[in-house]
Nanobody, 123 residues
């Protein structure tokens, strides 16, 4: 089992920034690709970004490229999502996930999920 706990969500104005953190515990963190999904009210869950086990490879949703940056610290069992130039359409609950491949953009491909953290971007 892997336990994931997100933090860092909140309310920000459009154009602002937030940094989400995800603390992992349980099985060896470096064995897992890590990522973030999001779900807005009334919408389907959406892949946002993932990072490979080593941190060398990343995979981004097109609409967040150039604005969001994922990183991981395998020594601290942490993954981060730096979100800049936020837009109202980024408003959602963001979920930290752990799985086998950073190139998997489907939810079932990730074995472990956090409880989510709310990000609200006001216009």
């Amino acid at each position: 089992q892997v336990q994931l706990v997100e933090s860092g969500g909140g309310l920000v104005q459009a154009g602002g920034s937030l940094r989400l953190s995800c603390a992992a515990s349980g099985r060896t963190f470096s064995n897992y690709a890590m990522g973030w999904f999001r779900q807005a009210p009334g919408k389907e869950r959406e892949f946002v970004v993932a990072i490979s086990r080593s941190g060398q490879n990343t995979n981004y949703l097109d609409s967040v490229k150039g604005r969001f940056t994922i990183s991981r610290d395998n020594a601290r069992n942490m993954v981060y999502l730096q979100m800049n130039s936020l837009k109202p359409e980024d408003t959602a609950v963001y979920y930290c996930v752990a799985g086998r491949s950073a190139y998997n953009t489907n939810g079932p491909g990730y074995d472990y999920w956090g409880q989510g953290t709310q990000v609200t971007v006001s216009s």
